[in-house]
């Protein structure tokens, strides 16, 4: 075959298999179409609404997103779902709570509590917890806090023994154990504080209101004394108030003439020891506040040695939070009706107590001040051991008769304001006077 013979052989083959192909393609164009129109025939038009889009924006619409839960083989069937707020069981099959174990130290002590996974103390069970080479202590009293003196200064490992019913944490906590007081608030004092509904209020409120040794009839004193000259010289008048005020109506209090107020954020049980925080507290803050009246705060104390002075002010100090205040934190020592668990202290005990509260609130960089009676600030202190707090003198008098210098002069405690329903305390304020 010559050369030009074998170029036309090849060209018929080439046009054969081109024809081919074609034919192909057009069949399978022919059924895809029959199908996709037979799809189209049977949703009556929808397939424009329904069918995938891409908008302007580059998102795709009318996709049917959700088709993956309809496929049984998207799964692993082997593992199972949403696995996250299952209940944990036991070997029975009984479900147990998680607990959580929180430890720390003031001066020579372990603090424990045992707290649940939305960080409630978990009350009611007899835990037993065990620190390593020194032993086993129990929550007799199940509160849910176990509280261990006379500890050496050093680093401890506290772990949490099994309790039915509960998932411990299989690792122990570690605890460095202080060998003196810091003055520092302590990071987990919120723990340990606890509202009225959770003491005997009869046995642990005990702070009366009654001073000792006064003279005089304070009952004469029951209206905002009239000082408008010395207000020129930026005296104020003020309250102090507490859960026994209940209801306050701060706008008419404003009204009245009353500048400032100094209110309790809470007390130490005199019977229990507890920290308690005053239910009215909040209410009173926030209520003065808006009313546009001065805020001071002051805790009832019961604390007995340095560590619960430094628990004292740390609740304040945790209570109050970012608020700001415009007069000093008060630590009230007055006596709790000769019961109270601190009433018997010695003076030098005593203003060791006070001096480490304030120490601990400017630590925090608050003002500190002590409120006493006059015949308190005599016989149960020592005054030339108190550091440079502010004073807050109650003596129900005309004129004052303390010889020591004053801030705060409370001037009875049977004052009469509106907006407050009974008697409540009436002071004068010198602050920021030389």
Not at 35 to 57: F, H, L, Q, T, V
Not at 100 to 107: K, N, P, Q, R, Y
Not at 163 to 183: E, F, H, L, M, T
Not at 258 to 279: K, M
Request: charged fraction near 30%; include cysteine.
């Amino acid at each position: 075959m010559d050369s030009k013979a074998k170029r036309i052989a090849i060209f018929i083959v080439l046009c054969s298999m081109v024809a081919v192909m074609a034919a192909v393609v057009a069949v399978n164009y022919q059924a895809l179409m029959e199908k996709g129109n037979g799809r189209n025939d049977k949703n009556s038009g929808a397939a424009d609404a329904s069918s995938p889009k891409i908008e302007e924006d580059g998102k795709v619409s009318g996709a049917d997103l959700s088709a993956f839960l309809r496929d049984d083989n998207f799964f692993d069937k082997d593992v199972p779902q949403n696995t996250e707020n299952e209940t944990q069981t036991d070997e029975n099959g009984n479900p147990v709570q998680a607990l959580t174990l929180l430890a720390s130290s003031v001066e020579r002590d372990i603090r424990v509590k045992i707290v649940d996974d939305k960080g409630d103390v978990v009350i009611g069970q007899e835990f037993t917890v065990t620190v390593e080479d020194t032993g086993a202590y129990v929550d007799e009293d199940r509160d849910g806090v176990i509280r261990i003196s006379d500890i050496k200064p050093g680093e401890y490992q506290v772990s949490l023994n099994a309790a039915q019913g509960y998932d411990v944490p299989a690792n122990p906590v570690k605890v460095r154990v202080k060998s003196i007081v810091s003055y520092t608030v302590i990071d987990d004092i919120e723990f340990f504080v606890h509202s009225e509904d959770e003491v005997d209020v009869a046995k642990d409120d005990t702070e009366n209101g009654e001073l000792d040794s006064m003279d005089e009839d304070d009952t004469q004193y029951t209206a905002l004394l009239d000082i408008e000259e010395e207000r020129e010289n930026a005296v104020q008048l003020g309250i102090d108030v507490s859960k026994w005020n209940k209801e306050i109506d701060w706008d008419i209090v404003k009204a009245e003439g009353v500048d400032f107020a100094i209110i309790r954020c809470g007390y130490r049980g005199s019977t229990s020891g507890w920290l308690v925080e005053d239910p009215y507290f909040y209410k009173n803050l926030e209520g003065a506040k808006k009313a546009g009246i001065k805020v001071g705060v002051y805790f009832f104390t019961q604390a007995v040695d340095l560590v619960e002075a430094v628990e004292e002010a740390s609740m304040v100090v945790t209570l109050l939070g970012d608020t700001k205040l415009d007069y000093p934190v008060f630590i009230d020592t007055e006596g709790a009706g000769g019961n109270g668990r601190a009433d018997n202290l010695d003076p030098g005990t005593r203003t060791a107590v006070v001096n480490a509260f304030c120490k601990t609130i400017e630590n925090a960089k608050m003002t500190a001040g002590v409120y006493a009676s006059r015949n308190w600030y005599l016989n149960n202190l020592n005054r030339d051991e108190l550091n440079d707090q502010k004073v807050w003198l109650a003596e129900y008098r005309q004129t004052p008769e303390y010889d020591g210098h004053y801030d705060m002069w409370q001037y009875t405690s049977s004052g009469s304001v509106a907006g407050i329903e009974g008697r409540v305390d009436l002071n004068i304020s010198y602050l920021g006077i030389d």
